[in-house]
Structures are given as structure tokens and as C-alpha cells.
């Protein structure tokens, strides 16, 4: 019984962690350099402009520029998580269709 113990909860040191980990990862990933407070903009529309630059720019990323935007949008949506609002989280699954249409 001592597995479950904590009962899926998460202690305060280890999610303070994840929260940087995953901070981290966004500053420094090789996928892209990002404009700051990208993913805070408004309009979905601003949000793939933004990234597309980003990763048409920057010399850092390994794979095509609209599967570097695409991963760093995606990640950023799974680490925010049931942290996002639900008009923020259409607003941001929203970008990736402009993301698409702004690459074909």
C-alpha cells in the first residue's frame, strides 16, 4: 500500500521541477529561438506568424521549419495543460491550422 501512499499527487519540490524543466526546454530547445510571449498573443493568427519567423530564422532547429513550429506549438499546449483556458486552448490549437496554411 505504500505505492499508493501519496495518491496521485504530485509534492510541491518535484512539481516545481517540471515547471522549470519544462521552462527550460522551451528557452533552450534546439527547435526554435521564439519571440518573446509568443504563445500570450491574442490572435491565432499572430501566434503561427510569429512562429513560422522563428523557425524560419533560426540556424538552431534539426528538423523543417513547420514541423519546428508545430512541435514547439504542440509542446506548449501539453505542458500548459488543464492550466489552459478553454477559449486559450482553441485559440492556440487554432494557431496550428493558420501554421499550416501559412507553409502550403
Known amino acids: ?3 499508493t501512499a501519496h495518491h496521485g499527487r504530485v509534492g510541491a519540490r518535484h512539481q516545481a521541477k517540471l515547471k522549470k524543466w519544462s ?3 522551451t528557452r ?3 527547435a526554435l529561438d521564439l ?3 509568443v504563445f500570450k498573443k491574442r490572435s491565432a493568427h499572430d501566434i503561427a506568424v510569429s512562429l513560422k519567423r522563428s523557425a524560419e530564422r533560426s540556424r538552431r532547429r534539426k528538423a523543417a521549419p513547420l514541423r519546428s513550429a508545430m512541435s514547439m ?3 506548449y499546449i501539453n505542458r500548459a495543460g488543464k492550466d489552459l483556458s478553454a477559449t486559450r486552448r482553441r ?3 487554432r494557431a496550428k491550422d493558420e501554421l499550416r496554411k501559412l507553409f502550403h
Do not use: P, R
Open 28 to 30: 533552450e530547445s534546439d
Open 73 to 75: 506549438l504542440t509542446f
Open 23 to 25: 521552462a527550460k526546454v
Open 35 to 37: 519571440e518573446k510571449g
Open 1 to 3: 500500500m505504500a505505492a
Open 91 to 93: 485559440t492556440l490549437e
